[in-house]
């Protein structure tokens, strides 16, 4: 078991892996010398995740390449649209350690986190949708959070292990851009490095917006995926069109110079589940802590977002693979 | 000396500190009982990186708390901009590691690094504009770097030290959004923590869009630049408005809800350098590796951008400390 697979070259064995410290990629590695001395074999972490998360359904990544593509702002409003249904339990987990955005935009900025037997109770946004954030243990607003990946690492772990959910329909994890610390150790610790082992994901979503600077970024998120078995649920395109307020004409921002992410996803054998447009009332709804869903219902960005968590729903409950075992508890299969 | 000063509350000492693995914020870091083996001292890389570095008069870093700002477009812009006088010579240095765009930007991509008896040499993209990226080192465009902090921080610290780029006007340095592993090693490296210890740094310019969900997480970066010692040149905010090409009417994408930076560098106290508008020329100039300045020099975003450049250059000169010492040679003094 590692981190990374093992036929991942020039790449990070992981820090598990019988290979740290002496794979090929380690050299040059500052810490080469602290890696080949760890003690081996799986962290026990993997499977206390598993059994804590053994009443949470479905679990969701939402992924980026590219940072400010609206990563947040589309975990905010998936949960808000999953939670539309009473019956559903939702939580969403802000892994952005550096730049945690959710509190603002679900509103629950400024609350804090309390402890109880079972572990750390999350922040209510409603009755039924939760979230956890390291923006409820900072001291103020301001205050930087200047840590080195091994803590942010250390910082998932609590997270994953230590929320009590008190069982969820869905988990939404929202990430930070890019392929590091967060995104390594969140699949490690819910996947196991393999089928079976831990907690289990369904899939990730993953966002861009049309340019290319950002499809390339995406190109390498789906390489991340494909290396450590994450199934892609599908590429969401945001900010893809502007209506001026003024004349009603579309104009593209972000101009699809080699074809936007959906030729991308035709290349690459991805699914493409959908555009949405720029509206600045998302804007201001994730920065009043509103939901957009709510705030302008007809709106054609709405339309496109429902479009798309039906697709999430979908994929979901077709390929989550939900089993009941012997005593009747729900497990995930992730093979 | 310290990757973070010591006064930082729960926040990690830095890897170098005295209280590596021992202070409070080490309490649950899975690093702790690795840090606390360490050999501890300054990094000897400082004193090599300084001598490295002596021959380049001016390093600016760019930074912004929330990705996808421009950041990067902002950099690119800048060094075409500093390179326009045909007298300097302008480096560029990508450390956004896991999503580099500079290459695509300044139109590089797939260029190769060469290696030379004094260091790796940097790629032209013209004769007076050098820049150097992880993305040189890639073998696909594709390819994801998965990698952990400790490595990135190591791929930056052979950057700092083994560039050969043969004298330079002014460095400019791209970074992640953030403030974790490649901030903390930048800065470290560069300053070595205090007055003259190292190459030193100018100053910082921070990007962000206007909508708050953005600006708090400026205020975490200039939090980062005072608890390390790094000078703030100024505030730039990027994607203000934008003009419809059908109605000239312009509108605002990510709204000013809580005042956009100016108010904010009001409050904070801190230097807001100007606000460029959202064109979708610039991102369309980026795709195609391009200068927006000449290829839309009288659009009103050119404008704007050379008003702020010319702040930026006004404080290195003014600011920058240059001095020459008895040798002749010239050294920065970031006291």
Chains 1, 2 share one sequence.
């Not at 990374?4 to 892996?17: F, I, Y």
């Not at 993997?46 to 940072?67: A, C, D, F, R, Y």
């Not at 702002?73 to 955005?101: M, N, R, W, Y």
């Amino acid at each position: 078991m590692s981190t990374v697979p093992e036929n991942a070259p020039e790449h990070c064995p992981g820090t598990n892996s019988e290979a740290a410290g002496k794979a090929e990629a380690c050299a040059g590695c500052p810490n080469q010398s602290i890696c080949s001395a760890l003690p081996k074999g799986p962290d026990p972490a993997i499977e206390e995740i598993k059994h804590k998360l053994s009443n949470v359904k479905h679990k969701v990544l939402v992924l980026s390449g590219k940072g400010g593509v609206g990563k947040s702002t589309f975990t905010a409003h998936l949960a808000h649209a999953l939670a539309e249904d009473p019956e559903k339990q939702v939580g969403v987990l802000d892994v952005d350690i550096c730049g945690p955005s959710l509190p603002r935009m679900l509103g629950t900025e400024g609350e804090t986190v309390h402890q109880s037997g079972s572990g750390w109770s999350p922040v209510y946004v409603r009755d039924n949708l939760a979230m956890m954030s390291v923006g409820f243990l900072l001291g103020s607003l301001s205050d930087a959070v200047i840590w080195r990946g091994a803590k942010k690492s250390g910082l998932i772990k609590q997270f994953l292990r230590d929320v009590d959910w008190e069982g969820l329909d869905y988990l939404v994890v929202d990430t930070p851009p890019g392929t590091s610390d967060e995104h390594l150790s969140l699949v490690q610790l819910l996947t196991g490095g393999g089928a079976g082992q831990g907690a289990g994901i369904d899939g990730a979503v993953i966002v861009t917006t049309p340019q290319q600077v950002a499809l390339i970024d995406v190109r390498k998120e789906i390489n991340f995926c494909r290396k450590t078995g994450v199934a892609v649920i599908g590429v969401v395109e945001n900010m893809g069109e502007f209506v001026c307020p003024a004349c009603r004409k579309p104009s593209v921002i972000f101009p699809r110079t080699t074809g936007g992410a959906a030729k991308m996803c035709e290349e690459l054998g991805e699914t493409f589940i959908g555009t949405l447009p720029l509206d600045p009332r998302i804007a201001r709804s994730c920065d009043e802590g509103k939901s957009f869903l709510e705030e302008v219902p007809d709106s054609p960005a709405v339309k496109a977002f429902r479009s798309i968590v039906k697709k999430v729903v979908s994929f979901c409950e077709t390929n989550g693979q939900m089993r009941e075992d012997e005593t009747g508890e729900t497990m995930m299969d992730t093979a």
